[in-house]
Nanobody
Framework: QVPLLESGGGLVQAGGSLRLSCSAS????????MAWFRRAPGKEREFVAA????????NYDDSVKGRFTISRDNAKNMVYLQMNSLKPEDTAVYYC????????????????WGQGTQVTVSS
């Protein structure tokens, strides 16, 4: 098990910014590629961004490329999602996820999930 806890969500106007944080309670944090997913109202959960174990490689969904930045601090067991130029369609519950899979970073196959943090972007 890898307990994950997200924070940083909230209400922001379109064009604004938010920074999400995810804390991982594990002594082997560097074993896990990490990612952010989101679920908008009435929609399936979707991939947002992923980062490799070392943080040297990242992968983004096209809908957020150029606006969102994923990063990690392995010394603090933290993953971040900096979200800029937010749009109303970014409104969703955002989830932090970890995987034990071999693909690094991965867009799917995540097996540990946080509880989520709500992000609401008003127009």
């Amino acid at each position: 098990q890898v307990p994950l806890l997200e924070s940083g969500g909230g209400l922001v106007q379109a064009g604004g910014s938010l920074r999400l944080s995810c804390s991982a309670s594990t002594r082997t944090f560097t074993n896990y590629p990490m990612a952010w997913f989101r679920r908008a109202p009435g929609k399936e959960r979707e991939f947002v961004a992923a980062i490799s174990r070392t943080g040297s490689n990242t992968n983004y969904d096209d809908s957020v490329k150029g606006r969102f930045t994923i990063s990690r601090d392995n010394a603090k067991n933290m993953v971040y999602l900096q979200m800029n130029s937010l749009k109303p369609e970014d409104t969703a519950v955002y989830y932090c996820a970890a995987t034990t899979g071999f693909i690094d970073p991965a867009r799917s196959g995540y097996n540990y999930w946080g509880q989520g943090t709500q992000v609401t972007v008003s127009s």
